[in-house]
């Protein structure tokens, strides 16, 4: 891994002990908050945090009109990572502001979390 591991392993810490993640989701309850990716072109990054009150910070400015929603580590392994990855869209682990943070690819994430699902 990178210099970013640190970053990666705090983020499946929480994971295996919340069994969640948090995304972004809009006022409709149909819309996702996925922007571009920082390290690739013509790349887009769906943001997914560990923690609510952080997931929660990032609902200013454009993403005002979002709030953060649970989504189960048994539905993001489920559903979420096939559906991203035929998207070709990256996940972004625990954006913070201002701050460089990985940028994973679904089925490498997966690999990751598979074995801190909870039975």
């Not at 392993?9 to 309850?29: A, M, T």
């Not at 013509?42 to 649970?70: G, I, K, R």
């Amino acid at each position: 891994m990178t210099d970013l591991a640190p970053a990666l392993s705090q983020f499946i810490d929480n994971v295996k002990e919340h069994q969640q993640v948090w995304g972004l989701q809009d006022d409709s309850g149909e819309g996702w908050v996925v922007c571009d990716s920082s390290e690739y072109e013509d790349t887009d990054v769906m943001p997914l945090w560990s923690d609510q009150a952080v997931a929660q910070s990032h609902c200013t400015e454009e993403w005002v009109n979002f709030a953060p929603v649970a989504i189960s580590l048994e539905e993001l392994l489920e559903f979420w990572i096939e559906d991203l990855n035929e998207d070709g869209v990256l996940i972004g682990i625990d954006w913070r502001a201002e701050q460089e943070c990985p940028e994973v690819e679904p089925v490498e994430l997966a690999k990751f979390l598979v074995d801190v699902e909870a039975e």
